[in-house]
Protein backbone atom coordinates (compact mmCIF):
# COMPACT_ATOMS: atom_id res chain seq x y z
CA UNK A 1 0.00 0.00 0.00
CA UNK A 2 2.45 2.31 1.10
CA UNK A 3 5.61 1.28 0.44
CA UNK A 4 8.73 2.55 -1.93
CA UNK A 5 9.21 1.47 -5.22
CA UNK A 6 5.54 0.30 -5.81
CA UNK A 7 3.66 1.36 -8.68
CA UNK A 8 0.17 3.15 -9.42
CA UNK A 9 -2.45 3.47 -12.08
CA UNK A 10 -4.02 6.91 -13.46
CA UNK A 11 -7.27 6.63 -15.72
CA UNK A 12 -8.52 9.26 -18.14
CA UNK A 13 -12.15 10.43 -19.51
CA UNK A 14 -14.10 13.11 -20.85
CA UNK A 15 -12.62 16.40 -20.90
CA UNK A 16 -14.54 19.67 -19.50
CA UNK A 17 -14.63 22.90 -21.66
CA UNK A 18 -12.32 25.95 -20.68
CA UNK A 19 -13.45 29.50 -20.30
CA UNK A 20 -11.60 30.42 -23.71
CA UNK A 21 -13.61 27.59 -25.63
CA UNK A 22 -11.15 24.93 -24.98
CA UNK A 23 -11.02 21.50 -23.48
CA UNK A 24 -8.79 20.40 -20.23
CA UNK A 25 -9.45 17.02 -18.39
CA UNK A 26 -10.08 15.95 -15.32
CA UNK A 27 -7.71 14.22 -13.05
CA UNK A 28 -9.58 11.92 -10.64
CA UNK A 29 -7.99 10.53 -7.18
CA UNK A 30 -9.63 7.78 -5.84
CA UNK A 31 -9.80 5.95 -2.77
CA UNK A 32 -8.95 2.14 -2.75
CA UNK A 33 -10.16 -0.09 -0.21
CA UNK A 34 -7.39 -0.52 2.68
CA UNK A 35 -8.25 -4.34 2.98
CA UNK A 36 -11.90 -5.88 2.65
CA UNK A 37 -12.89 -5.05 -0.64
CA UNK A 38 -16.48 -4.16 0.08
CA UNK A 39 -15.51 -1.21 1.15
CA UNK A 40 -14.82 0.13 -2.27
CA UNK A 41 -16.81 3.31 -3.72
CA UNK A 42 -19.83 2.94 -5.59
CA UNK A 43 -18.03 5.66 -8.05
CA UNK A 44 -14.86 3.45 -8.19
CA UNK A 45 -16.33 1.13 -10.88
CA UNK A 46 -17.76 3.90 -12.46
CA UNK A 47 -14.59 6.10 -12.72
CA UNK A 48 -12.67 2.34 -13.76
CA UNK A 49 -14.80 1.92 -17.05
CA UNK A 50 -15.02 5.49 -17.86
CA UNK A 51 -11.60 6.76 -17.04
CA UNK A 52 -9.39 7.60 -20.65
CA UNK A 53 -6.36 7.00 -18.54
CA UNK A 54 -5.73 5.22 -15.03
CA UNK A 55 -2.36 5.34 -13.58
CA UNK A 56 -1.57 3.15 -10.59
CA UNK A 57 0.85 2.46 -8.07
CA UNK A 58 0.71 -1.70 -9.16
CA UNK A 59 -1.01 -2.46 -12.28
CA UNK A 60 -0.91 -6.39 -11.08
CA UNK A 61 -2.86 -5.01 -7.53
CA UNK A 62 -5.18 -3.04 -9.89
CA UNK A 63 -5.91 -6.09 -12.10
CA UNK A 64 -6.96 -7.85 -8.93
CA UNK A 65 -8.65 -5.28 -8.14
CA UNK A 66 -11.48 -4.66 -11.08
CA UNK A 67 -11.27 -8.55 -11.44
CA UNK A 68 -12.66 -8.06 -7.97
CA UNK A 69 -15.02 -5.69 -8.31
CA UNK A 70 -15.98 -7.28 -11.93
CA UNK A 71 -14.79 -3.89 -13.71
CA UNK A 72 -13.11 -3.91 -17.04
CA UNK A 73 -10.97 -0.90 -17.18
CA UNK A 74 -12.07 1.41 -20.19
CA UNK A 75 -8.89 3.20 -20.64
CA UNK A 76 -5.26 3.11 -20.83
CA UNK A 77 -2.96 1.44 -17.97
CA UNK A 78 0.27 3.56 -16.32
CA UNK A 79 2.38 2.64 -13.68
CA UNK A 80 2.71 5.77 -11.50
CA UNK A 81 4.93 4.86 -8.46
CA UNK A 82 7.84 5.97 -6.57
CA UNK A 83 9.92 5.65 -8.97
CA UNK A 84 8.72 7.11 -11.98
CA UNK A 85 6.58 9.35 -10.71
CA UNK A 86 8.48 12.39 -11.61
CA UNK A 87 9.17 11.40 -15.09
CA UNK A 88 5.51 10.75 -15.77
CA UNK A 89 3.96 13.39 -14.14
CA UNK A 90 4.41 15.59 -17.34
CA UNK A 91 3.21 12.70 -19.41
CA UNK A 92 0.02 12.55 -17.66
CA UNK A 93 -0.15 16.24 -17.15
CA UNK A 94 0.03 16.06 -21.45
CA UNK A 95 -3.10 13.78 -21.77
CA UNK A 96 -4.82 16.64 -18.71
CA UNK A 97 -4.23 19.54 -21.17
CA UNK A 98 -5.61 17.68 -24.24
CA UNK A 99 -8.72 16.69 -22.82
CA UNK A 100 -8.19 13.55 -20.99
CA UNK A 101 -10.11 12.22 -17.97
CA UNK A 102 -7.18 10.71 -15.27
CA UNK A 103 -8.04 8.07 -12.32
CA UNK A 104 -5.49 8.15 -9.80
CA UNK A 105 -5.86 5.30 -7.71
CA UNK A 106 -2.71 3.31 -5.16
CA UNK A 107 -2.30 0.27 -3.44
CA UNK A 108 -4.83 1.00 -0.98
CA UNK A 109 -6.10 4.21 0.81
CA UNK A 110 -6.23 7.78 -0.77
CA UNK A 111 -3.73 8.77 -3.43
CA UNK A 112 -1.04 11.24 -2.45
CA UNK A 113 -1.53 10.40 2.07
CA UNK A 114 1.76 8.81 1.79
CA UNK A 115 1.65 7.67 -1.96
CA UNK A 116 1.98 9.04 -5.16
CA UNK A 117 -0.20 11.88 -6.45
CA UNK A 118 0.96 15.08 -4.75
CA UNK A 119 2.95 15.65 -7.83
CA UNK A 120 0.24 15.39 -10.01
CA UNK A 121 -2.37 17.18 -8.14
CA UNK A 122 0.74 20.88 -7.76
CA UNK A 123 1.35 19.94 -11.81
CA UNK A 124 -2.39 20.24 -12.32
CA UNK A 125 -3.52 22.42 -10.24
CA UNK A 126 -0.48 25.01 -11.87
CA UNK A 127 -2.14 24.18 -15.53
CA UNK A 128 -5.63 24.93 -13.92
CA UNK A 129 -6.91 21.52 -14.58
CA UNK A 130 -9.86 20.18 -12.39
CA UNK A 131 -9.10 18.47 -9.72
CA UNK A 132 -11.60 16.17 -8.06
CA UNK A 133 -11.63 13.18 -6.17
CA UNK A 134 -13.80 10.04 -5.28
CA UNK A 135 -13.56 9.21 -1.49
CA UNK A 136 -12.40 6.11 0.03
CA UNK A 137 -11.38 4.28 2.83
CA UNK A 138 -8.64 5.75 4.91
CA UNK A 139 -5.98 4.16 7.29
CA UNK A 140 -5.33 7.18 9.12
CA UNK A 141 -8.96 8.24 9.78
CA UNK A 142 -9.50 4.52 10.61
CA UNK A 143 -7.18 3.83 12.75
CA UNK A 144 -7.69 7.31 14.40
CA UNK A 145 -11.30 6.21 15.25
CA UNK A 146 -10.75 3.01 17.05
CA UNK A 147 -7.39 4.06 18.76
CA UNK A 148 -10.06 4.96 21.29
CA UNK A 149 -7.66 8.41 21.97
CA UNK A 150 -8.83 12.43 21.48
CA UNK A 151 -10.10 12.65 17.50
CA UNK A 152 -11.10 16.45 18.07
CA UNK A 153 -6.97 17.49 16.90
CA UNK A 154 -4.82 15.57 15.15
CA UNK A 155 -2.40 15.53 12.92
CA UNK A 156 -0.77 12.40 10.60
CA UNK A 157 3.33 12.12 10.57
CA UNK A 158 3.64 9.33 7.78
CA UNK A 159 6.60 7.42 7.88
CA UNK A 160 9.17 8.24 10.38
CA UNK A 161 13.15 8.30 9.55
CA UNK A 162 15.03 4.88 8.88
CA UNK A 163 17.80 6.04 10.80
CA UNK A 164 17.65 6.05 14.40
CA UNK A 165 19.18 9.69 15.12
CA UNK A 166 17.04 11.13 12.28
CA UNK A 167 14.01 9.22 14.02
CA UNK A 168 14.51 10.96 17.15
CA UNK A 169 14.63 14.18 15.60
CA UNK A 170 11.70 13.82 13.97
CA UNK A 171 9.92 13.17 17.28
CA UNK A 172 11.60 15.54 19.18
CA UNK A 173 9.95 17.79 16.92
CA UNK A 174 6.84 17.04 17.85
CA UNK A 175 7.51 16.34 21.45
CA UNK A 176 5.05 19.02 23.32
CA UNK A 177 2.53 18.62 20.39
CA UNK A 178 -1.02 18.65 21.98
CA UNK A 179 -2.76 17.14 19.44
CA UNK A 180 -3.25 13.25 18.85
CA UNK A 181 -0.42 11.82 16.41
CA UNK A 182 -0.64 9.08 13.69
CA UNK A 183 2.08 7.14 11.80
CA UNK A 184 2.59 4.90 9.39
CA UNK A 185 5.54 2.23 9.77
CA UNK A 186 7.18 -1.42 8.56
CA UNK A 187 6.29 -3.75 10.63
CA UNK A 188 9.99 -4.72 11.31
CA UNK A 189 11.04 -1.26 12.16
CA UNK A 190 7.74 -0.80 14.85
CA UNK A 191 9.45 -2.28 17.89
CA UNK A 192 12.45 0.27 17.86
CA UNK A 193 9.90 3.09 16.44
CA UNK A 194 7.55 2.74 19.87
CA UNK A 195 10.68 2.71 21.69
CA UNK A 196 11.97 6.00 20.34
CA UNK A 197 8.72 7.24 21.12
CA UNK A 198 8.81 5.83 24.86
CA UNK A 199 12.41 7.83 25.08
CA UNK A 200 10.99 11.09 23.61
CA UNK A 201 7.11 11.20 24.54
CA UNK A 202 7.29 9.21 27.97
CA UNK A 203 7.09 5.33 28.80
CA UNK A 204 3.70 6.06 29.68
CA UNK A 205 1.74 7.86 27.10
CA UNK A 206 -0.47 6.24 25.93
CA UNK A 207 -0.78 4.67 22.19
CA UNK A 208 -2.78 2.31 19.88
CA UNK A 209 -1.39 -0.20 17.39
CA UNK A 210 -3.83 -0.56 14.60
CA UNK A 211 -2.58 -3.60 12.52
CA UNK A 212 -4.32 -5.08 8.99
CA UNK A 213 -7.10 -2.81 9.15
CA UNK A 214 -10.44 -4.26 8.15
CA UNK A 215 -8.35 -7.71 6.97
CA UNK A 216 -9.27 -10.71 8.21
CA UNK A 217 -6.93 -10.39 10.92
CA UNK A 218 -7.67 -6.91 12.08
CA UNK A 219 -5.98 -6.47 15.60
CA UNK A 220 -5.76 -2.79 17.80
CA UNK A 221 -3.16 -3.27 20.61
CA UNK A 222 -3.55 -0.13 23.10
CA UNK A 223 -1.56 0.57 26.28
CA UNK A 224 1.70 3.10 27.14
CA UNK A 225 3.85 3.11 24.85
CA UNK A 226 6.34 1.34 26.83
CA UNK A 227 4.36 -1.87 27.03
CA UNK A 228 3.68 -1.53 22.96
CA UNK A 229 7.18 -1.76 22.48
CA UNK A 230 7.79 -4.70 24.66
CA UNK A 231 4.91 -6.57 22.53
CA UNK A 232 6.34 -5.54 19.15
CA UNK A 233 9.55 -6.51 19.96
CA UNK A 234 8.16 -10.36 19.67
CA UNK A 235 7.46 -9.46 15.91
CA UNK A 236 4.57 -8.26 13.98
CA UNK A 237 3.50 -8.65 10.67
CA UNK A 238 0.98 -6.72 8.26
CA UNK A 239 0.30 -2.95 7.55
CA UNK A 240 0.83 -0.93 10.60
CA UNK A 241 -0.83 2.94 11.60
CA UNK A 242 0.44 3.79 15.27
CA UNK A 243 -1.88 6.63 16.89
CA UNK A 244 -0.15 8.38 19.70
CA UNK A 245 -2.01 10.46 22.73
CA UNK A 246 -0.57 14.01 22.40
CA UNK A 247 1.59 15.87 24.88
CA UNK A 248 -0.27 16.70 27.90
CA UNK A 249 -1.56 19.92 29.32
CA UNK A 250 1.66 20.72 31.64
CA UNK A 251 2.74 23.88 33.11
CA UNK A 252 5.91 25.27 34.31
CA UNK A 253 5.51 24.22 38.25
CA UNK A 254 4.33 20.32 36.78
CA UNK A 255 7.83 19.66 35.64
CA UNK A 256 10.56 18.97 37.93
CA UNK A 257 13.98 19.00 37.24
CA UNK A 258 14.55 15.75 36.22
CA UNK A 259 11.79 15.99 33.49
CA UNK A 260 13.99 19.13 32.37
CA UNK A 261 17.66 17.01 31.94
CA UNK A 262 15.57 13.67 29.93
CA UNK A 263 14.37 16.50 27.36
CA UNK A 264 17.40 18.19 27.06
CA UNK A 265 19.47 14.65 27.08
CA UNK A 266 17.19 13.51 24.33
CA UNK A 267 17.53 16.21 21.99
CA UNK A 268 21.59 16.05 22.74
CA UNK A 269 21.38 12.53 21.90
CA UNK A 270 19.52 13.40 18.44
CA UNK A 271 22.44 15.58 17.34
CA UNK A 272 21.26 19.11 19.18
CA UNK A 273 24.18 21.07 20.64
CA UNK A 274 23.48 21.51 25.02
CA UNK A 275 22.90 25.37 24.67
CA UNK A 276 20.36 24.65 21.98
CA UNK A 277 18.94 21.97 23.34
CA UNK A 278 18.68 23.64 27.17
CA UNK A 279 16.94 26.99 25.13
CA UNK A 280 14.50 24.64 23.38
CA UNK A 281 13.49 22.82 26.77
CA UNK A 282 13.15 26.21 28.73
CA UNK A 283 10.74 27.31 25.74
CA UNK A 284 8.71 24.19 25.60
CA UNK A 285 8.43 24.30 29.53
CA UNK A 286 7.94 28.69 29.65
CA UNK A 287 10.70 28.36 31.67
CA UNK A 288 13.34 30.75 31.87
CA UNK A 289 16.74 29.73 30.40
CA UNK A 290 18.80 29.44 33.67
CA UNK A 291 16.47 27.28 35.04
CA UNK A 292 16.95 24.50 32.44
CA UNK A 293 20.75 25.03 32.86
CA UNK A 294 21.08 24.80 36.91
CA UNK A 295 18.78 21.56 36.17
CA UNK A 296 21.38 19.78 33.65
CA UNK A 297 24.66 20.86 35.38
CA UNK A 298 23.23 19.77 38.92
CA UNK A 299 22.31 16.31 37.08
CA UNK A 300 25.99 16.49 35.99
CA UNK A 301 27.70 17.12 39.83
CA UNK A 302 25.15 14.52 40.51
CA UNK A 303 26.49 11.52 37.98
CA UNK A 304 30.59 12.42 38.57
Avoid at 15 to 39: K, N, Q, R
Avoid at 264 to 285: S, W
Amino acid sequence: MRGAGREAVVFLRLADPCEDGGVTGTLVLAGTPIGDIADAPPRLVKELETADVIAAEDTRRLRRLTQALGVTPGGRVLSYFEGNESARTPELVEELVGGARVLLVTDAGMPSVSDPGYRLVAAAVEKDIRVTAVPGPSAVLTALALSGLPVDRFCFEGFLPRKAGERLSRLREVEGERRTLVYFEAPHRLDDTLAAMAEVFGAERRAAVCRELTKTYEEVRRGPLAELASWAAEGVRGEITVVVEGAPETGPEELDAAELVRRVRVREEAGERRKEAIAAVAVEAGLPKRVVFDAVVAAKRADQ
